[in-house]
Structures are given as C-alpha cells and as structure tokens.
C-alpha cells in the first residue's frame, strides 16, 4: 500500500471522498486553497486509479494539526487509515505533538486514534451540532511521535 502526498490537482478526487465520510463536505475549491497553503500536507491513497484515501494536516510547528482523515466505505476496515496515519507522519520532521478532533459518538475513528497512541487531551461540551439540531461533544486527542 503506497502512500503518496497530494496536490492541487487532486482537490476535487478529495472532495469526491470528503463527501463520503462526513455531512457537510468540503468543495474541490476548498481544498484547493488549503493546499496552495504551504502550512497544509495532504497524503493519499491510490487503487483501482482511484484515491481511496486522504488526510489532511495543518502544520503550526511544533504542532500538527490532523483536520481530516476519511477512506472510501468500500475499503473500510482494511487498514488504509492506520498506514496513512503511520506513513504521513513519517514526512514531518521537528513535530512533538499532533492533535485531532473527533465527535464523541465516532467510535470508529476513536478506536483508530487510540490504537495509534493518540490519548484524550481535552473535551470541548457540545461542540457539534448535528443537522437534527442535537449536539454532541468533541474529543481533542493528542500524540508525541517518536
Ligand atoms: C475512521 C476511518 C477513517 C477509519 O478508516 P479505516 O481505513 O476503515 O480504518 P483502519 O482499517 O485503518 O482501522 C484501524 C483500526 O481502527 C479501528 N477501527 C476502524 N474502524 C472501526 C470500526 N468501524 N469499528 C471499530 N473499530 C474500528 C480498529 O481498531 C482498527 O483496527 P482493526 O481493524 O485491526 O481492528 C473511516 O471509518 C472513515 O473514513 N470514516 C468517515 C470519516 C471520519 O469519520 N473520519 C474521522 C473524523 S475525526
């Protein structure tokens, strides 16, 4: 499985996917902008010539920032998450912590995180909103890599 860093060029193969994980996608021009930022890295995962894969980070050194992650329903469940994280970090160098966001009631990706490392850092009380108007807690989640 090849993890391979990502460009403008692939904003709208990225959007296609955002639209698959979470409710309110972000557009091909939004993801454009982040990465014609230099501080935003994105990192990809290519089968069947399709990206199946994404994650998206800021970086503020010495922080890193994980804003988005999201694998393609059909290959859930076979790893492609945990080597992106794994692999992507891999590339940044002078990083002591990275941070996430995550819903409390997004226990596949809770699981992930916590079988990476990442442990809870703070809570934020009724962060999201859902679109029924319920709201729901945001776990903020740190790592050191190594
Ligand atoms: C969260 C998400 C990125 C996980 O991607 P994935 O490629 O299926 O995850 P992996 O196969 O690498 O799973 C690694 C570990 O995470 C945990 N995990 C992942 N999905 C899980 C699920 N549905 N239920 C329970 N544990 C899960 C498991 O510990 C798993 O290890 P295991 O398969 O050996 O048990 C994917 O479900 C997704 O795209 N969700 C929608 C977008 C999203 O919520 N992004 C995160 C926002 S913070």
Not at 33 to 53: M, N, P, S, W
Not at 119 to 146: C, F, H, K, W
Request: charge should be negative; charged fraction near 25%; proline fraction near 4%.
């Amino acid at each position: 499985m090849t993890v391979q860093r990502l460009s403008v060029e692939d904003a709208p193969a990225m959007a296609r996917l955002h639209a698959e994980g979470f409710d309110r996608p972000w557009s091909a021009d939004d993801f454009a902008d982040f990465l014609t930022k230099r501080t935003y890295a994105a990192f990809g995962i290519v089968r069947d010539e399709k990206l199946q894969a994404f994650i998206l980070y800021q970086q503020i050194p010495p922080e890193l920032e994980l804003c988005a992650i999201v694998v393609t329903p059909k290959f859930r469940r076979e790893g492609l998450a945990r080597t992106l994280i794994i692999d992507s970090l891999a590339n940044f160098e002078d990083i002591s912590t990275c941070y996430l966001e995550v819903n409390e009631h997004n226990t596949a990706a809770r699981l992930l995180y916590a079988s990476l490392g990442f442990e809870v850092s703070t809570v934020r009380n009724g962060y999201y909103r859902s679109q029924d108007g319920s709201a729901a807690d945001a776990i903020v989640m740190m790592l050191q890599p190594q």
